[in-house]
């Protein structure tokens, strides 16, 4: 998505005003965004934090040789990724992402949840992130021209 596409939506009773970055297919809207918090609530804050904060020292593996949840917000590597590497690794889990064998603690949610129900979790978690971050995610997930 284009930084022209980036809309800028009124959020009542969050915080007045967000600019948000659409999953690929539609900039999100404020339903969007209160149905991924309530989706991210419910099946990551458990791992990621309900801050979208992270495990602690998630960049060192632990005593199983696999590496923590990493955090959500702009502090971790999630708006490194394009969308569609997003929405892979959400419905079929890091390690079937990744292959050759990398073990992660990170489960597919594809039994679980819809695309739909995805692109609002990470609708939500963009939701959070700043300007610069949400441009620079976008610019990645962009197809080409």
């Known amino acids: 998505m284009s930084r022209a596409a980036l809309a800028v939506l009124p959020l009542v009773g ?3 005003w967000l600019i948000v970055a659409g999953t690929g297919t539609a900039p999100a809207d404020s339903a ?3 149905e991924g918090r309530a989706l991210y609530a ?6 990621h934090g309900a801050d ?5 020292d998630w960049r060192r ?16 590597h999630t708006w490194h990724h394009p969308d569609d590497m997003l929405l892979r690794i959400t419905r079929l889990g890091t390690a079937a992402v990744v292959g050759n064998g990398y073990e992660s603690n990170m489960p597919g949610f594809a039994d679980r949840l819809g695309d739909a129900q995805i692109e609002a979790v990470l609708a939500y978690i963009k939701s959070t992130w700043p300007e610069e971050l949400r441009e620079h995610q976008a610019e990645i997930s962009a197809p080409p021209d």
């Open 42 to 47: 419910e099946t990551c804050a458990a791992c």
């Open 61 to 76: 593996p632990g005593p199983d040789g696999r590496l923590p949840a990493p955090p959500h917000d702009a502090s971790g």
């Open 52 to 56: 979208l904060e992270g495990q602690p």
């Open 14 to 16: 969050l915080a007045g």
């Open 32 to 34: 969007q965004i209160f």
